[in-house]
């Protein structure tokens, strides 16, 4: 059974700084994308970076710069480091199994608040 649980979501004043985790089970890990999407009230999910199997990664433009989307294949975990966060990154982030382009294969966690205050 697949599974995907993460953690380290909360609220912090704009400008600082959080760390995603997400701890997968039920998969062959190294073998799969893995990746980060967000949804914020009123809007479609989107995708915020991904991580290839060979480690390749990609971001959002919005996010460039600011946030860091790593894994470790021997804990079967991986993390998005938020720095620099700003208001408008509020929202519910999601961990996913990914495609290596990112694009999601169906299975999410149950996603992470959030919350970045001015």
């Known amino acids: 059974q697949v599974q995907l649980v993460e953690s380290g979501g909360g609220l912090v004043q704009a400008g600082g700084s959080l760390r995603l985790s997400c701890a997968a089970s039920?998969?062959?890990?190294?073998?799969?994308?893995m990746g980060w999407y967000r949804q914020a009230p009123g809007k479609e999910r989107e995708l915020v970076a991904a991580?290839?199997?060979?480690?390749?990664?990609n971001y959002a433009d919005s996010v460039k710069g600011r946030f860091t989307i790593s894994r470790d294949n021997a804990k079967k975990m991986v993390y998005l480091q938020m720095n620099s966060l700003k208001p408008e990154d509020t929202a519910v982030y999601y961990c996913?199994?990914?495609?290596?382009?990112?694009?999601?294969?169906?299975?999410w966690g149950q996603g992470t608040q959030v919350t970045v205050s001015s």
């Open positions: 991580i290839s199997r060979g480690g390749s990664t």
């Open positions: 996913a199994i990914t495609q290596d382009s990112g694009r999601p294969t169906g299975y």
């Open positions: 039920g998969i062959i890990f190294s073998s799969n994308g």
